[in-house]
């Protein structure tokens, strides 16, 4: 078997110039890594299926590219390329060798399939190169011309490589039709989240150049400012009053290097930004314990997880429109660092809205005055120009421009209009088919509001965006979910001449998305290792807590049936207890020995909404602090129904123990 793999290894690096490696040879050197980065407990259990959290696998891959690195076994000329190195990048992979000086890497993907040549270049002088490589092609042999260049950009020399990677999925194999694209443009565009489950990147002739291969949630990655994403776990949820939140979500750099898992209680949902001036994550979540959801948005900490305030749209408002339990609906929002504000786009309300962080106040209300007249905002809603159009169940509020000084303060915004009214009839709603992508400029000295633009678009009911592209001077309607008779596309993405209205990109798509961004790939966001010092989960989630023995009515004996195994199913994620199972079936999780009993409550919530009854999701029990020892589990299914997890001669039962902590290979 070894002569063969030899004789394998010879073959592909004379075929590919290049010693090629991918994501499994690197997660096999990577398991034999010992150094343990959970909470330094050991957790065995007799459930079949466990794994390690991901953030913690990544971590230790790293480590043994650096251990390559160290020990010099790869030159320029004879380098080493795992492709799709962390398992979730697959157009992506990673150049690693060594060099006797400093030097940069530049490399250049040539041109396939109607696209021009793409460039790129890791601008670190390093002997030790780790060279992520971006923006490949699908299902073909890509030709790469490495450079190295000294400190003055001089070429030292050139190595060529060629790199098969394989096909896109069929959701994306044809899923772009390109119509127009605004030629001074070469930037890629990212569509993500929607119920399509696809999240990639594309060039200006529809060629796929990345994509992402995690479970993300359908509201998508978020973008954070050092060029990572935060990309939420649609498989890891909360039982919620609706639509069950993303608990677990991951930090990420482009090539799928998972850096860190972050907990959230409540969970994250439509959105998320980073704080420019301190990196702190500013999050939509949910209130949950007033039986309200999607009307809070979060600040945690950028390194703890720790929630270091919240802004809840119940405690802004008054009770007029209090009438469901998602009323507000945030879905988007924009931050302002000098002024410590976010404008917001609440959806059911049909309303944007500048929040005061520090204060916890309204600053101004963009909305049709007529919503807001016998409320108690009505004294900050800004007057609008005599010809403003209204907006209804608007998503995707952006930041145009910024004018202050010498007595003006105003502000550019430009937003998505889906026009529709479902969930908040009014009176003033025109049942006018189309959806619209609108520009405001507010005066915020003189509370005034003037449409500066209005261009309608195919409809679009839920989801979708803005961009502009300040260089080209073109904005942006990113129509996410069209419902349009007159449009065959799932979705469009047009483009505009902001001074004409031409219409100067036309792009249809297969699929739908929840929003869609210009992408760049930064190689300074994303070329180092992860900083081992970080931990790999950060935040919280719900913890079991201690109880005074086990319920009355229950019995050790009553085991899970065989029929009920497609229902329920359990598995171990580092230290995670995590339970797979429909929407608010599973009540509650008792861990339970003769000297402690442990609950974990998932009954805190009830489902109001029939489409959210029949989702499947997993529902996560941490084990950080229950104290050691070996427990039994059991379930409590749609209460009280308990049953202990396994067959009798082999029930399931989890023991922890200290750990001690051990080397580093």
Not at 183 to 199: D, P, Q
Request: charged residues 25%; aromatic residues 10%; neutral net charge.
């Amino acid at each position: 078997m070894a002569v063969k793999k030899s004789i394998t290894a010879k073959l592909k690096k004379l075929l590919y110039n290049v010693n090629i490696q991918n994501q499994e040879w690197l997660k096999n050197e990577a398991l034999k890594i010992n150094e343990p980065y959970i909470d330094g407990r050991n957790y065995s259990t007799n459930i079949e299926k466990q794994s390690r959290l991901s953030a913690d696998i990544c971590r230790r891959k790293d480590i043994v590219i650096d251990n390559i690195l160290n020990k010099g076994i790869y030159t320029f000329e004879n380098a080493l390329f795992i492709i799709n190195p962390f398992g979730y990048s697959p157009l992506t992979g990673l150049l690693v060798f060594n060099t006797d000086e400093p030097c940069k890497v530049k490399y250049v993907i040539k041109g396939r399939k109607n696209s021009g040549d793409y460039t790129n270049c890791d601008e670190t002088l390093t002997k030790k190169h780790q060279v992520p490589v971006l923006g490949m092609y699908d299902g073909c042999i890509n030709t790469i011309i490495f450079y190295l260049l000294d400190a003055n950009n001089n070429e030292i020399c050139q190595h060529t490589a060629r790199i098969r990677c394989s096909r896109v999925g069929t959701a994306l194999r044809g899923s772009l039709q390109v119509t127009k694209f605004n030629k001074n443009t070469s930037r890629f565009l990212m569509a993500t989240g929607g119920y399509s489950s696809v999240n990639y990147a594309f060039d200006s002739n529809g060629n796929i150049r990345w994509y992402l291969t995690m479970p993300v949630h359908p509201y998508g990655v978020h973008m954070l400012s050092n060029g990572h994403m935060l990309v939420p776990d649609k498989r890891m949820r909360r039982p919620n009053y609706g639509n069950a939140h993303s608990v677990i979500a991951y930090e990420t750099d482009l090539i799928g290097r998972i850096h860190r898992n972050i907990y959230h209680t409540s969970g994250f949902h439509h959105w998320a930004v980073s704080k420019e001036n301190d990196g702190n994550i500013l999050m939509a979540t949910s209130s949950r314990y007033d039986t309200y959801m999607e009307n809070t948005i979060d600040e945690i900490d950028k390194n703890t997880g720790e929630v270091l305030r919240s802004v809840n749209a119940n405690h802004l408002f008054d009770s007029t429109y209090v009438t469901r339990y998602d009323w507000a609906h945030i879905n988007a929002f924009e931050y302002i660092p000098e002024e410590d504000a976010v404008i917001a786009s609440y959806r059911n309300i049909h309303t944007i809205a500048k929040i005061n962080l520090k204060t916890n106040e309204i600053v101004w209300l963009l909305a049709n005055p007529a919503f807001y007249k016998n409320t108690r905002q009505a004294d900050k809603v800004l007057t609008p120009g005599k010809d403003t159009k209204w907006f209804f169940q608007q998503h995707g509020v952006k930041i145009l421009e910024k004018i202050n000084g010498d007595g003006v303060k105003k502000i550019k915004i430009a937003l998505f209009d889906n026009h529709t009214a479902n969930r908040r009839p009014v009176d003033y709603f025109d049942n006018v088919k189309k959806s619209n992508l609108m520009v405001f400029t507010i005066d915020e000295i003189n509370m005034s509001a003037h449409m500066d633009k209005f261009i309608p678009v195919p409809l679009s009911i839920t989801r979708s965006n803005v961009e502009f592209d300040q260089k080209n001077n073109c904005i942006y309607a990113m129509c996410a979910n069209i419902n349009d008779e007159e449009t065959d596309s799932r979705a469009k993405i047009l483009g505009f001449d902001y001074n004409t209205n031409e219409c100067v990109t036309d792009i249809s798509c297969a699929n739908d998305f929840f929003v869609a961004n210009f992408m760049d790939f930064n190689l300074a966001d994303i070329k180092s290792t992860t900083n081992s010092e970080m931990p790999v989960a950060s935040g919280s989630l719900y913890q079991p807590v201690t109880t005074d023995g086990l319920p009355d009515g229950f019995n050790k004996d009553r085991l899970l049936p065989a029929n009920m195994k497609k229902k329920i199913s359990l598995s171990l994620n580092g230290n995670i207890l995590q339970i797979t199972c429909k929407d608010h079936t599973v009540k509650k999780v008792y861990l339970y020995n003769d000297s402690n009993t442990f609950v974990q409550d998932f009954d805190d919530t009830t489902q109001l909404t029939k489409i959210f009854k029949e989702h499947v999701y997993t529902i996560s029990v941490p084990l950080e602090t229950i104290n050691k020892g070996t427990y039994q589990i059991s379930i409590e299914y749609c209460g009280p129904d308990y049953w202990n997890n396994g067959q009798k001669e082999d029930s399931k039962n989890m023991e922890i123990n200290n750990k001690n902590k051990e080397t580093r290979e």
